[in-house]
C-alpha cells in the first residue's frame, strides 16, 4: 500500500476507499503500528490480517469493540467469537465511530438466568439499513453451548423476549 497521511475524517485517501465494498461510505480510518489501514464505514470495519489483506467485520457481528491505548480490540459474536487486536499507531476518531456504529447495532440486550443458576446474554442486533434481527447468546463460562437443555432454556428465553418486546 502506498504511504498514507497520518490518519483522518476528512478527504479518503484512494489506498483507503480501495479497501471498502462497492458502496460504502468510509467514516474515519486510521493506520496500525505497520502502516496499514484501518477504515470503518457505516456497516463494517476493516481490519488487516496476515495474508496482507483486510477482513471485512460487519458492525452486527461485533460483541464488544473496546479501546486501550494503543489496542483496539474487536471479539465477534455468536459460534465464532473470535478476538482481534490491532495497534494503531495514531487511533483519531477510529475507536468511537466503531464504538458508535456497534452500539446502535443493538436493538435489545438481556442478561437471563437458565436452570441451574447459570446466566446468558441475549442480544438482538439489526445491520445497518435492515428490519430484519440477528439474535446470539452468549453463555456464561462454564456452560456447554452444546448441551440440548443449555440450547432449549436459551431458545425459550429468546422466545419470550421477542413475545413481551414485540421484537
Same mark, same amino acid.
Given at each position: 500500500?502506498?504511504?498514507?497521511?497520518?490518519?483522518?475524517?476528512?478527504?479518503?485517501?484512494?489506498?483507503?476507499?480501495?479497501?471498502?465494498?462497492?458502496?460504502?461510505?468510509? /467514516?474515519?480510518? #486510521?493506520?496500525?503500528?505497520?502502516?496499514? =489501514?484501518?477504515? !470503518?464505514?457505516?456497516?463494517? +470495519?476493516? &481490519?488487516?490480517?496476515?495474508?496482507?489483506?483486510?477482513?471485512?467485520?460487519?458492525?452486527?457481528?461485533?460483541?464488544?469493540?473496546?479501546?486501550?491505548?494503543?489496542?483496539?480490540?474487536?471479539?465477534?459474536?455468536?459460534?465464532?467469537?473470535?478476538?482481534?487486536?490491532?495497534?494503531?499507531?495514531?487511533?483519531?476518531? /477510529?475507536?468511537? #465511530?466503531?464504538?458508535?456504529?456497534?452500539? =446502535?447495532?443493538? !436493538?435489545?440486550?438481556?442478561? +437471563?438466568? &437458565?436452570?441451574?443458576?447459570?446466566?446468558?446474554?441475549?442480544?438482538?442486533?439489526?445491520?445497518?439499513?435492515?428490519?430484519?434481527?440477528?439474535?446470539?447468546?452468549?453463555?456464561?463460562?462454564?456452560?456447554?453451548?452444546?448441551?440440548?437443555?443449555?440450547?432449549?432454556?436459551?431458545?425459550?428465553?429468546?422466545?419470550? /423476549?421477542?413475545?413481551?418486546?414485540?421484537?
Amino acid at each position: 500500500m502506498p504511504e498514507l497521511p497520518r490518519f483522518g475524517q476528512g478527504r479518503v485517501p484512494s489506498p483507503v476507499r480501495a479497501l471498502t465494498d462497492a458502496g460504502e461510505r468510509v /467514516l474515519t480510518w #486510521a493506520r496500525d503500528v505497520n502502516g496499514e =489501514a484501518v477504515a !470503518a464505514t457505516y456497516q463494517a +470495519v476493516y &481490519l488487516p490480517s496476515p495474508s496482507g489483506d483486510h477482513v471485512r467485520i460487519p458492525y452486527e457481528r461485533i460483541e464488544t469493540a473496546s479501546w486501550e491505548h494503543p489496542v483496539l480490540s474487536i471479539v465477534l459474536a455468536g459460534p465464532d467469537a473470535r478476538r482481534y487486536l490491532v495497534q494503531l499507531d495514531e487511533p483519531g476518531e /477510529l475507536p468511537p #465511530a466503531i464504538r458508535e456504529r456497534v452500539t =446502535a447495532t443493538i !436493538a435489545l440486550a438481556e442478561r +437471563v438466568t &437458565l436452570a441451574g443458576g447459570a446466566g446468558a446474554r441475549i442480544t438482538a442486533r439489526r445491520a445497518p439499513g435492515q428490519d430484519e434481527l440477528a439474535w446470539t447468546v452468549r453463555f456464561d463460562d462454564g456452560v456447554d453451548p452444546r448441551d440440548p437443555q443449555v440450547r432449549a432454556q436459551a431458545d425459550a428465553a429468546i422466545a419470550a /423476549l421477542r413475545s413481551s418486546t414485540g421484537l
